[in-house]
């Protein structure tokens, strides 16, 4: 019986040098080496998704914008893109946007046809994603039309300042303020905060900051694959780099996006990454992402720690899909799962 | 600005002939195909894991043995080496454990040296891993020893039979035997079902059968990353191949072991593979997984299942993990923290 050995691991290392030929990897006290591999297309996530699934890496996940007035262009250009589709998606959503400002920061009041009986007095406070550089102006609506339309509830969706104008802690500042203004004419416990991406990391960076400044609490947080570490620090970083077909890579535009919002802060900080913060206290909490999702590992470490902490936190992983991808049809199985989880979580700890 | 550019998809694949030598993944219609890539050791993991993570593939994962005999010897040999462990496991964790039978099936008792006041009357049964082949008699026992410690409960775990001797459904017909005979002197709402990998597999399966026989369900189930879906389908058998150091590869025994129990079976009958089945009615169920765990995706697909079918299912990923590597190591924090989470899911949910 010839396989029947227990051979010591140090032979693996002995195969490291014809790894790349092979199907074995090459284990080292510091790394695996990971020889080429081949992931089908994930038929076990839905058919509404298989489109964006098979349809390989956005077009400009490796841009590098070099300097301020690029950087302004490139987002522009794609903030252009994105208002194109949004005329469709309010009216196949059943909602009104109306833009106006609260405390001096730009919103977006998102008001769904119907309210739900339960929701009438609730509020939730949307935060854009994009990496602290995308989604300016009304490009960054659409999670908040969605989920207005299918939770039958007024949304109001913060129009933050960004990079390279506005840095570090422009964004987070502007969240700040909206938060305190609201929360003079809407009770905190009938409040909700949520977002996906940048939008999860500054919803659970103003939960710092209002433990910090001694605010009352949101009654829950939702934190969709939260940018909980802003630094290159996490398993799915490695493992999920190239797989990931909406980020794929922290060497991409990500990254630079960091620095740029960093703006010499060190990138650890808890303002910054909120998975070193001190999160005792803090609401129930919801966080998704997907088994591509570059973001897996930041979404996973945020949720221990927060349970850890004696918090609730829910979790869901979606199977087969990358980087916030259940935002990316509004029918998709994973979209309707996504939004009727938060949904569900926000009615079960919101006060009525 | 040359990088301002928003390339088709398509012209990605025009780099496939040079993914080997570079750094970006080549993308079609079925399947991504990812080049060479470097994990580094997981730092996000807990220090008293790093040994386990660094430790490289487990020395036996592509044995393949050809017969009977062969498996018989292979499975021996296993026993044999985590059996020399026991003793020890047992005195740290001050547990005693009794052989005995019910309904002619071999179990064994762990008895905590101090059972917890609400625990008096409760009773959690343990079915153990080992993908139907591993783990038999006392060689079984390393979960369920840890889960009557750290949770100061009375934990009876199922050395059901398996293949090559006793192929499906010999192992599942075991679990329900004892099942039955333990709701006859136990209040199925003061009873928990749970186990790792297979153990979580057949958890998952003796559920189906409960509902199909008829037979009251327990008050909770408790299913660490469980073998859901013994083909090889799921997006996590692919990424995490070659990374997973605990299982490696569907390729390697595993694979052979899922043929062996199904015993021409088809590997997606619900009773083998119970993502495909009917989960509406299960009890509340706590599911984990980790990072690099080949089996990711069986237990968020499960997951997302349960929570689809309406039931209360709870999902913890542990960073940097591989599969079932949470029960490496009594004293690591990640081992704390599951059989915490244990413990805390089912006082919440068992009749005291």
Same mark, same amino acid.
């Given at each position: ?13 002995? /195969?490291?040098? /014809? ?47 070099? !300097? ?7 987002? @522009? ?20 946007? @109306? ?7 730009? /919103? ?102 209002? #433990? ?123 979209? @309707?799962?996504?939004? !009727? ?10 006060? #009525?």
């Amino acid at each position: 019986m010839k396989s029947f050995k227990f051979k010591a691991w140090l032979s693996a290392l002995l /195969v490291s040098t /014809v790894f790349a030929a092979g199907t074995t990897a090459a284990w080292s006290d510091d790394a695996i080496q990971v020889p080429v591999k081949s992931i089908p297309v994930a038929s076990t996530a839905s058919v509404g998704l298989q489109n964006s699934i098979k349809a390989g890496p956005l077009s400009f996940w490796n841009d590098h914008p070099q !300097s301020a007035q690029e950087w302004k262009a490139w987002v @522009q250009h794609l903030a252009e893109l994105t208002e194109k589709g949004l005329p469709a998606l309010r009216a196949k959503m059943g909602v009104s946007v @109306q833009a106006s400002q609260m405390a001096g920061v730009q /919103v977006f009041t998102v008001t769904p046809d119907s309210i739900a009986p339960e929701n009438q007095r609730r509020v939730l406070l949307h935060v854009h994603g994009g990496g602290y550089v995308i989604g300016p102006g009304a490009s960054g609506n659409a999670e908040a039309i969605m989920m207005a339309s299918k939770g039958h509830i007024k949304v109001i969706s913060v129009d933050y300042r960004m990079p390279p104008d506005a840095p570090y802690p422009a964004a987070l500042d502007d969240v700040v303020a909206v938060y305190k203004e609201l929360i003079q004419s809407t009770d905190p416990q009938r409040l909700a905060v949520f977002g996906t991406s940048t939008g999860g990391g500054l919803t659970l960076a103003l939960a710092l900051r209002a #433990k910090a400044e001694g605010l009352p609490m949101p009654a829950a947080l939702g934190a969709g694959t939260p940018w909980a570490d802003m630094d290159k620090t996490g398993d799915s970083y490695f493992i999920n780099e190239n797989i990931d077909n909406v980020l794929v890579s922290y060497e991409g535009w990500l990254g630079d996006a960091a620095k740029l919002y960093a703006n010499g802060r060190d990138l650890k900080d808890p303002m910054l990454s909120p998975v070193y913060g001190d999160v005792r206290g803090f609401p129930p909490t919801i966080l998704a992402s997907g088994t591509r999702d570059l973001f897996l590992s930041n979404t996973v470490r945020m949720h221990q720690k927060l349970r850890e902490a004696g918090g609730v936190a829910d979790l869901i992983v979606f199977e087969g899909l990358s980087h916030a991808q259940y935002l990316s049809s509004p029918d998709a199985y994973e979209t @309707q799962q996504y939004f !009727s989880e938060l949904n569900y979580f926000f009615n079960k700890y919101l006060a #009525k």
